[in-house]
């Protein structure tokens, strides 16, 4: 059981990074793993100077190396939060970049993350 909750945990936190949008990389960097209560950590833009792609690509690989480490520590109580308190988040994750729409995450990204979360669940039986 143990393993299936780090898993799903993982493989959403993945969706998430990845399928957030990119511009500075801060709100991909802002997808923060902690175990027992939300975060309420918001991580500062990537290192000025990179293009885009390489800012995305910095953060994504940043949050991403945090999720497993968090999530490595996680027993068997408790709770697992995957949280982003960059304050434009809920308007990325609407599919909106300013005033028009996002080609980026046309659908947003918490639901493509909750998506892979479930297919892992159903994968590992825990819903039958």
Avoid: C, F
Avoid at 7 to 27: H, I, N, S, W, Y
């Amino acid at each position: 059981m143990r393993q299936t909750v780090r898993k799903t945990a993982l493989v959403g936190d993945q969706v998430l990074v990845l399928a957030t949008p990119v511009d500075t990389g801060r709100a991909r960097a802002g997808w923060i793993v902690s175990l027992g209560a939300p975060s309420s950590e918001t991580p500062q833009t990537g290192e000025s100077g990179d293009i885009k792609e390489q800012r995305g690509a910095t953060a994504a690989a940043k949050a991403l190396a945090q999720a497993r480490k968090a999530i490595g520590a996680y027993e068997d109580q408790g709770s697992i939060h995957i949280t982003n308190n960059v304050h434009y988040v809920p308007i990325l994750d609407k599919g909106r970049v300013g005033n028009r729409g996002s080609r980026q995450a046309p659908d947003g990204m918490t639901k493509a993350g909750l998506a892979a979360m479930n297919d892992v669940i159903r994968r590992a039986r825990l819903l039958e």
